[in-house]
């Protein structure tokens, strides 16, 4: 008996071994389990993911990957929801309390991303010119990146811009120019309210925005009921 208890340790040890393989295939240094977030946050309370909807009021939500209306064609995340980062969720609150004395608002496609869901795009689209390169990991992953568009915040519309979300064409670039004077007018304001609270556009999605400073956050692949869980054991 005591031969098989063995056999049966040594086989889940080997199963949990395979898996952590497969979460995390190419050795980047990242947070994957409660223990090792509650660690980081004991450390520096800044490593804390916020949770958007509670904390920024008037903020809207429209989290693509929580359906099937985005380039994956399936629902990737578990549950609607959006954190950041402390320092960066406080930054975006102010961004959106300015827009807010303009009657704007903004509207939250995607914050942090579980490395588990870099990931599945990669393997889905298999081209990093679109997807970010699973063995660098997203700024999504540090949760340190946001991606967002304004809206009236009376009608909760979305303003035009120049492209849908997720589009992969020149026009979805901050810098384009062949593009409707309104289109051009409501991406200016939004890139230019974002950046005055520290945050940057990138190159070719005129909606995702790095908070300054995002080098200093880790990776992390924490499922977001992983994050209440760690949450609600520190408000004990
Ligand atoms: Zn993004």
């Known amino acids: 008996m005591r031969f098989l208890g063995i056999i049966v340790a040594f086989l889940s040890l080997a199963i949990s071994l395979n898996a952590q393989e497969n979460v995390n295939p190419y050795g980047l240094d990242i947070t994957a389990t409660t223990a090792a977030y509650q660690r980081e946050i004991g450390e520096n309370d800044l490593m804390e993911l916020i949770d958007l909807g509670d904390y920024i009021p008037h903020l809207a939500f ?3 990957y929580a359906g099937t209306n985005n380039f994956t064609g399936s629902q990737v995340y578990t549950s609607g929801r959006a954190f950041l980062r402390k320092a960066v969720a406080e930054a975006l609150a102010k961004a959106e309390a300015e827009l807010n004395s303009m009657g704007l608002g ?15 795009f990669y393997a889905l689209v298999k081209n990093t010119d679109f997807v970010a390169a699973p063995w660098v990991g997203s700024r999504h992953n540090r949760g340190a990146a946001v991606d967002v ?6 009608t909760g519309d979305e303003l035009l811009m120049p492209t849908a979300y997720d589009d992969f064409t020149e026009k ?3 810098a384009c120019t062949a593009l409707p004077e309104e289109a051009i007018q409501n991406r200016d304001l939004l890139v230019g309210v974002m950046r005055k609270h520290g945050f940057t556009v990138f190159q070719t999605e005129w909606w995702h925005f790095d908070f300054r400073g995002w080098e200093q956050y880790g990776l992390l ?16």
């Open 106 to 120: 903004l509207k939250i496609y995607d914050a942090y991303r579980p490395y588990a869901a870099t990931l599945k």
């Open 62 to 64: 429209d989290i693509r």
């Open 172 to 174: 979805a670039n901050p």
């Open 149 to 154: 568009t304004l809206i009236n915040l009376q």
């Open 221 to 236: 692949d924490m499922p977001f009921d992983s994050i209440d869980y760690v949450r609600h054991t520190l408000s004990r």
